[in-house]
Every structure is written in C-alpha cells, then in structure tokens.
C-alpha cells in the first residue's frame, strides 16, 4: 500500500513538473511594451531641416540722394538761359545755376536759379529716360533725355508761385563732365519760357 502512494506521488510531482516547464515554454521571449510612450513613439533626435528661403525681387526702388540716373552722373554746374517770351528772369537772357540730383535710377530733382532782375527758382522732378546714341558731325554720342514738372518760384517784389514744366537732354561729356539742354516753361502771371544750355560738374552722393 505504501508502494502505491509513494507511485502516485512520485507521478503527481511529474505531471506538475512537466506543465510548469510546458507552461514557461510558451511564455513569449521578448516583451511587448503597452505604456503610452512606446505606442506613440519617440520623438526622432534628426532635427529637421529648415525651409528654402525664396529670394525676393526689390518692388521699390531706394532713394539715394545725389546717385546716378539711368547711367547718367548727377552734378552741380552753370549755364546760360535764353529767354523765349515773359517778363521774368526766365524770360530774359541772364545767367543761370543749374544741377540734378539722382533720387532713383528714374527720377531726380534738378533745382535751378536763373539770375536777373526777377530772378526766378525752379525745382522741377524729372523722369529721366533711358541713354541713347545720336550722331552728329560724323561723331556718336549718348544722350539722356527726361521730362518732368514742378514748380517755378518769383522772387520779385510781387512774388509768384506757378506750375512748371520741363523737358530736355543730359550729354555725358566724360567722367567729371556733363552737358545739358533743357526748355523750361513756368506759368506765372504770364507764361515765362527760356532754354537753358550748360555744363555740370559731375558728383555722387551727398
């Protein structure tokens, strides 16, 4: 009888033993994680990469006092006016300060004195177009014209304010040396009309 127990219990501690090791062998060998982090996932370390900046065109032209326009020098000089028909200054033969000042590659300022008994100021903004070739006495040179308004200031006892137009050409006579035409018409108590003819001292920037 003691036989038989002793049997059993020796068969019981086997079948035990053998569905333990049964059981461990199905245990899967790698762990599968269930937090929140690692079914999200890690952020990557690779930083990324910043976006192409797309070059941008210029919209708007820089003022620069004094720079050259459309190739042409500003520049500061002295003339001659001949007087077409007023009563002012500018209507007569006098002597005549003149200058142009760059703004941007297409305007400029050119203000001008014409001295005489009624002496007369101009300040003109001009629209200075693009250089090009004329030919005289079997020679080519460039020519800059420009066309503009503003306004024509008499200085006389009975002072006047009125609109100007102008309109003329740039010569480029070498690096220091620019010539000019222009015709200037001021509106004042009478229309006052002369032609300017000078040479300017080229200059850049104020």
Do not use: C, H, W
Not at 37 to 58: F, I, M, R, W
Not at 63 to 81: C, E, F, H, K, L
Not at 101 to 130: A, H, Q
Not at 184 to 189: E, G, I, K, P, Q
Request: aromatic letters at 6%.
């Amino acid at each position: 009888m003691l036989q038989r127990l002793s049997v059993l219990l020796v068969l019981a501690s086997m079948s035990v033993f053998g569905s333990s090791l049964a059981a461990k062998a199905e245990t899967p060998s790698t762990n599968v994680s269930t937090s929140a982090a690692d079914l999200v996932g890690q952020p990557s370390n690779t930083p990324e990469k910043a976006p192409t900046q797309v070059a941008q065109t210029q919209v708007a032209q820089t003022i620069d006092p004094g720079r050259p326009t459309r190739g042409v020098s500003s520049y500061i000089g002295v003339a001659g006016n001949i007087g077409l028909g007023g009563d002012s200054a500018l209507g007569d033969t006098n002597f005549t300060v003149i200058s142009k000042i760059g703004l941007t590659n297409t305007l400029s300022v050119r203000p001008s004195v014409v001295i005489g008994d009624d002496p007369v100021v101009l300040v003109p903004l001009t629209y200075d177009l693009n250089t090009r070739t004329a030919d005289a006495f079997e020679d080519t040179f460039a020519i800059a014209p420009f066309v503009g308004a503003g306004v024509a200031i008499e200085t006389s006892e009975d002072a006047d304010v009125g609109l100007l137009l102008t309109g003329g050409v740039d010569v480029p006579l070498s690096r220091n040396f620019t010539a000019n035409a222009t015709v200037n018409a001021a509106f004042l108590s009478e229309t006052d009309v002369g032609l300017v003819l000078g040479v300017g001292y080229n200059f850049n920037g104020l």
